[in-house]
Structure formats: structure tokens, C-alpha cells
């Protein structure tokens, strides 16, 4: 099976600072994403990576870097958080960019207070 | 650019009742993938279809089935009877290639309540 881990579960931050969330998959997928899961607006690409060490803004992007280091690793990081980075995310994984289904990880509860 | 819209934000329904949940797409790639995923309560992501851009035939897979038109640019997914368990959010996304190559984008999401 498929294994998408993400670090943590719930993470509670203080405002200003900086955020690292790792995510790590185990099947040698070429495909990474980050996504931010917030009610009403469904899942929103913050950042993915087709390859390591290559990364492409997704749709909301400010506010967030990314790294890819090593294929199986693809850490999302907030510089400088703040509280509307309170949300879910979620890292997944697909085997090729386009045509294959992507698998996610389970998910980190953020809140920056 | 590639967008998915999921008009539907909330569909109540009662046990054994059919629901069709809808997702219209935009892209400007000619090859293109699309998926429906399904977020139970318990909050992981579980992958149900893939459809690309070249296969138009519906799709039934037990109580489920698809609806896939280019000509009106939608993935539509019936469930046939549905059941308590099939309450959850679905979501309708779509895979580019060309100019959105790799990217992965989805709609708001679906929230299915079916109540015995």
C-alpha cells in the first residue's frame, strides 16, 4: 500500500513563527503536493513538485516555500506564521504528474494563535 | 489555467434515494485527466475514479456510476440507493497536462448527508 505520512496530526504555533511540514511518502511517487483544506473553499493547491528539487506556485502560494530535497520528502514551511495560515493541510502524492490518481496523507491540523 | 466547479455545496437525501452530484470543469489542455475523490468523517482522502480526456464512456462501478461530456465540459457521479455510509464530502478534481502539467486541482467539495 501506498504510504503518505505527514509529521504531525495538530500543531499549535505562535504567530511569527516559522512552521516546518514534513511529508513523506514511501512508493517513489515523482509527484508531490500541498494542499490547504479550509470549509467552503474545498482543497486549494498551495505548492507541488514533479521532481526533486523542482517546485511549481500552485494556486495559492503567498505566504509559503516549499522543499524537495529528496524524492520522498516534500516539506511545506511558513516563514512567518499567522493566524489566517490556521487551517488543515494536506500533503499527497501521485506516481507521474498527469494522468495518475494522487494519494494523501492524513492530514495536519495548524492553528497559529 | 484549469478550474473545477462544484456547484452543490450541501445534498441532503433519505436512504435508498438517488443523488447525482455534479462538477463542471474548464482547461485549455486537450489531454486532461479527472477524478472523483471521497473524504469520509474520518478525514483521509479515498481516490474512486479516473477519466481522461479521449474516454467519454460512463462508467458503473456497483452503486456508482459517472457521467462523463466534453461537449458540456462535466464529470457528474450518481450513486444509485444510497446508503447511511455514503455521507461524506466529494470532491470532483482535475489533471492537466501542457501549461498545468502536474498540477492537481480540485472543486469546493460536495457534502453528502444520507439519512436512514
Known amino acids: 500500500d501506498v504510504k503518505v505520512t505527514q509529521s504531525s496530526r495538530y500543531l499549535v504555533k505562535r504567530t511569527g513563527e516559522k512552521v516546518f511540514l514534513e511529508c513523506v511518502q514511501d512508493m517513489d511517487h515523482e509527484n508531490m503536493f500541498w494542499y490547504r483544506q479550509d470549509p467552503g473553499l474545498g482543497l486549494r493547491l498551495i505548492y507541488f513538485s514533479y521532481d526533486v528539487k523542482m517546485k511549481e506556485k500552485g494556486d495559492i502560494p503567498e505566504g509559503y516555500s516549499v522543499s524537495r530535497e529528496k524524492k520522498e520528502r516534500f516539506s511545506l514551511i511558513l516563514e512567518s506564521a499567522s493566524t489566517n495560515q490556521t487551517s488543515m493541510y494536506l500533503c499527497?502524492?501521485?506516481?507521474?504528474?498527469?494522468?495518475?490518481?494522487?494519494?494523501f496523507g492524513q492530514g495536519t491540523r495548524l492553528t497559529v494563535v | 489555467a484549469q478550474k473545477v466547479t462544484q456547484a452543490q455545496t450541501e445534498i441532503s437525501v433519505v436512504e435508498k434515494e438517488d443523488v447525482t452530484l455534479d462538477c463542471v470543469y474548464e482547461?485549455?489542455?486537450?489531454?486532461?485527466?479527472l477524478f472523483w475523490y471521497k473524504q469520509p468523517p474520518s478525514g483521509e482522502l479515498v481516490f474512486l475514479i479516473r477519466r481522461n480526456s479521449f474516454d467519454e464512456q460512463n462508467e458503473i462501478s456497483g452503486r456508482y456510476s459517472w457521467n462523463f461530456q466534453k461537449s458540456t465540459s462535466s464529470f457528474n457521479f450518481t450513486i444509485t440507493a444510497s446508503q447511511v455510509v455514503d455521507s461524506a464530502v466529494y470532491f470532483c478534481?482535475?489533471?492537466?497536462?501542457?501549461?498545468?502539467?502536474?498540477?492537481?486541482?480540485f472543486g469546493q467539495g460536495t457534502i453528502l448527508t444520507v439519512h436512514p
Open positions: 499527497a502524492s501521485s506516481l507521474f504528474p498527469g494522468g495518475t490518481e494522487a494519494f
Open positions: 482547461t485549455r489542455d486537450t489531454t486532461y485527466y
Open positions: 478534481a482535475l489533471s492537466g497536462s501542457g501549461t498545468s502539467y502536474g498540477k492537481l486541482t
